[in-house]
């Protein structure tokens, strides 16, 4: 059974913080090519692939981003997509509103309220559309505080440093669901009280893209067959600004941490107890020319019968964004879905999409987080029937 008419074929309105970037950009595109040539982008979705949720709606885009150029100039400037893609686009590209951020010296509660306006104004623009809030900013440092009420909330968290927690508290008490593909942590208790409150998903956090996406699944049948994992070696070379970004070692902590602590608890055991640390390692490396092409290298050493050790390389020469914008538009269908289906907080079933996942008892071997999927895809298809009181 597929998704009801009145589910599947409303537009998405995609709400990014961090619009121009690379992945935004690279999403923008990708939703308008919908339109254009959905025969380039619809493969690519899980959603209209193993987990099918049905006809894929039109997605429409706006957002924010400091950068004053026009998408098309953005788009250019990364270099992810080659100009014959985008070009014949451009006019409409360039059309795509995108507000410039509150200051950063605003107080977190005028930021809200701010935030919230923009958010008004864009729904106005797009009637009848169901918006989602797509967090992509630049990864940022973790908080060391996790407020539980929002007066700590305000008190104690700079929004200078932490600006995606205004975006997403006003995204979720203007009812609107929220993907965090970024490694910074939006689920403080606080932000999951008022999801829970506002009858909205949160999805998250840090995009499961490459490398890591392939750990889990390498990791999943080292354990299928009990083949011990002794050390494992990730070393990732990327020249994009993101990998700018982390080579402030304050910024890249929470991204190594959620690519480095998934592994134990997938195996089941510390990786190098018997060295008395962890021989699970992995490094992070801006090497401008690769832009955003980036390459990961493993070495995994495994010990089989009797202890006897073996191993094996892993290279991938992939894409950062064009592995993430279909991601991006797969969340932003299963959280509008979610949230007509009445679900609410944290969705530890999207699993498969992320690093970290939020909530409690998220799946965590390749197997569980398909399995989960598909179990959360039929759940879609029989909801068919929510009213619309439900849908909006
Ligand atoms: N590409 C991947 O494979 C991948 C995987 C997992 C997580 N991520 C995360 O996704 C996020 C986005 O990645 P990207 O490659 O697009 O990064 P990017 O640096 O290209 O884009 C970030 C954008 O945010 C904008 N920005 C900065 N401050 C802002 C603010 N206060 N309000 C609005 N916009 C603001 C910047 O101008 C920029 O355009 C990063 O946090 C990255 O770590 C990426």
């Known amino acids: ?41 619809l493969p690519s979705l899980t959603t209209c692939g193993d987990f099918d949720l049905g006809p894929c709606p039109d997605i429409r885009v706006s957002g924010w981003d400091p950068r004053s150029e026009p998408m098309s100039e953005a788009i250019k400037a ?46 106005e623009t797009h009637p009848g559309a169901r918006p989602v809030f797509v967090n992509l900013l630049p990864a940022g ?31 979720i008490r203007s009812g609107i669901p929220v993907v965090n593909f970024t490694p910074n942590l939006l689920a403080l208790p606080v932000m999951v009280s008022e999801a829970l409150g506002q009858g909205v998903p949160m999805a998250g956090r840090d995009g499961k893209t490459g490398q890591t996406y392939f750990k889990v699944v390498l990791a999943s049948a080292f354990r299928a067959r009990g083949l011990a994992v002794d050390g494992w070696y990730s070393v990732n070379i ?5 990998g700018a970004n982390l080579m402030d070692p304050e910024r ?46 493993d070495v995994i050493d495994f010990r ?39 679900r609410s907080g944290p969705m530890p079933e999207l699993g498969l999409y992320f690093k970290v996942p939020v909530g409690e008892n998220p799946p965590v ?21 929510v009213t619309e009181e439900k849908k909006r």
């Open 252 to 297: 890249a902590a929470g991204k190594v941490a959620n690519k480095t602590n998934l592994l134990d608890d997938l195996l089941g055991y510390r990786v190098g107890e018997r060295y008395n640390r962890s021989t699970h390692q992995v490094r992070i490396d801006y090497y401008p020319p690769r832009g955003d092409a980036k390459e990961a290298w």
């Open 78 to 123: 990364h270099g992810v997509l080659p100009p014959e893609l985008w070009q014949s686009l451009s006019q409409v590209l360039d059309r795509i509103p995108i507000e410039r951020p509150p200051d950063r010296r605003m107080p977190f509660q005028e930021q809200v309220t701010h935030l919230m306006a923009d958010i008004r104004r864009m729904q």
């Open 1 to 41: 059974m597929q998704p009801s008419a009145c589910i599947a074929d409303d537009p998405l309105l995609l709400l990014v913080a961090g619009a121009k970037g690379a992945i935004g950009s690279t999403v923008a595109a990708a939703a308008h090519m919908l339109s254009e040539a959905p025969g380039e982008v």
């Open 238 to 242: 990327l020249g994009n600004a993101d």
């Open 141 to 171: 440092p973790q908080p060391d505080q996790f407020p539980e009420t929002p007066a700590q909330l305000y008190a104690q968290m700079d929004p200078g440093t932490f600006p995606d927690l205004a975006y997403a508290l006003a995204a």
């Open 365 to 385: 071997t390749f197997q569980e987080q398909v399995w989960a999927l598909e179990r959360l895809a039929r759940l879609c298809r029989e909801a068919g029937g």
């Open 304 to 342: 089989g019968l009797f202890g006897l050790p073996m191993s094996l390389r892993l290279n991938l020469q992939g894409r950062d964004s064009i592995l993430a914008a279909p991601m991006v538009i797969d969340l932003a269908r299963w959280v509008t879905l979610l949230k007509a289906m009445g």
